[in-house]
Nanobody, 123 residues
Framework: QVQVIESGGGLVQAGGSLRLSCTAS????????MGWFRQPPGKDREFVAA????????YYGDSVKGRFTISRDNAKERVYLQMDSLKPEDTAVYSC????????????????WGRGTQVTVSS
């Protein structure tokens, strides 16, 4: 009965901001690192950001460094992705995942996935 559910996607103009939220239930939330991936139309899935179980370690894909910020609130069992200075190339389905974070890397194949939320950045 594990459920990972994203929210907060939408349409935004280039240069704008969005904050995505993710809840994960049916598991012990604090046991998992959490991550975000995205899949632009016609392209492969790409790693975006990850955060360790205690929120002390964060890692970002090169394309979003300095623009996106990942955070988590274990009491609320939520993870967030603050996206600033959005670009049209950020347009994608963004998916939240529960996995593990070791040696500066998040799981390539996380244990659990959400269905994703659409982010569209217009020019």
């Amino acid at each position: 009965q594990v459920q990972v559910i994203e929210s907060g996607g939408g349409l935004v103009q280039a240069g704008g901001s969005l904050r995505l939220s993710c809840t994960a239930s049916g598991l012990t939330f604090s046991n998992y690192a959490m991550g975000w991936f995205r899949q632009p139309p016609g392209k492969d899935r790409e790693f975006v950001a990850a955060i360790s179980w205690n929120g002390r370690m964060m890692y970002y894909g090169d394309s979003v460094k300095g623009r996106f910020t990942i955070s988590r609130d274990n009491a609320k069992e939520r993870v967030y992705l603050q996206m600033d200075s959005l670009k049209p190339e950020d347009t994608a389905v963004y998916s939240c995942a529960a996995g593990y974070y070791n040696d500066g890397r998040f799981s390539a194949n996380p244990d659990y996935w959400g269905r994703g939320t659409q982010v569209t950045v217009s020019s």
